[in-house]
Antibody
Framework: QVQLVQSGPEVKRPGAAVKVSCKTS????????IHWVRQAPGQGLEWMGI????????VSAQKFQGRVTMTRDTSTNTVYMELSSLRSDDTAMYFC????????????WGQGTLVTVSS | DIVLTQSPATLSLSPGERATLACGAS???????LAWYQQKPGLAPRLLIY???TRATGIPDRFSGSGSETDFTLTISSLEPEDFAVYYC?????????FGGGTKVEIK
């Protein structure tokens, strides 16, 4: 069965960077893009960006351009999202989600990684 | 960016009742590229509907979606206890992808 398993919670200081991993299994890694979506406490969902598993194509929301880096490791079927220059309003649950083959919606999701930014 | 506005913010209903959730777009969503998700506390969202009206794999037929251009609707024909949750719409016809603010369906 398709699974996306994310790394554990993180606590970071303002100005630091965080790298979240998303290990996939149960499907052919190279067939599906992976989205990153975040959710601040008690708030709605916010799209951050998308990466093709070949690593050659990434698109990020303008809001995060210059601060977000998405990469992948095909040897472990894992995708990574690094967010730099963290601020307190980056405190959120970060989700990876598989892009459906038919379009830019998300059919399988990771369990989420809570990133807390606090001094 | 396409702004999606969901209404109402909260819907208070009893099990067995019909739920009608609205999602309005600030400009036309090309290709009816709109999806609906359900999210329960502490869990990731779950895909319900894509292309405005196509149920995702394993989704019960009490969930249905309709609409086009700027007005979309998710209908739950008869609420089951497990349907009380927050529902989000998402457009994927234009970049950046955007989500609505959510509708909470709560037990009356």
């Amino acid at each position: 069965q398709v699974q996306l398993v994310q790394s554990g919670p993180e606590v970071k200081r303002p100005g630091a960077a965080v790298k979240v991993s998303c290990k996939t299994s149960g499907y052919s890694f190279t067939k599906n893009y992976i989205h990153w979506v975040r959710q601040a406490p008690g708030q709605g969902l916010e799209w951050m960006g998308i990466i093709h598993p070949n690593g050659f194509k990434t698109v990020s929301a303008q809001k995060f351009q210059g601060r977000v880096t998405m990469t992948r490791d095909t040897s472990t079927n894992t995708v990574y999202m690094e967010l730099s220059s963290l601020r307190s309003d980056d405190t959120a649950m970060y989700f990876c989600a598989r892009r459906h083959v038919y379009g830019d919606f998300m059919d399988y999701w990771g369990q989420g990684t809570l990133v807390t930014v606090s001094s | 960016d396409i702004v999606l506005t969901q209404s109402p913010a909260t819907l208070s209903l009893s099990p067995g009742e019909r739920a009608t959730l609205a999602c309005g777009a600030s400009k036309s969503v090309s290709g009816t590229y709109l999806a609906w998700y359900q999210q329960k506390p502490g869990l990731a969202p779950r895909l319900l509907i894509y292309d405005a009206s196509t149920r995702a794999t394993g989704i019960p037929d009490r969930f249905s979606g309709s609409g086009s251009e700027t007005d979309f609707t998710l209908t739950i024909s008869s609420l089951e206890p497990e349907d009380f949750a927050v529902y989000y719409c998402q457009q994927y016809g234009d970049s950046p992808l955007t989500f609505g603010g959510g509708t909470k369906v709560e037990i009356k």
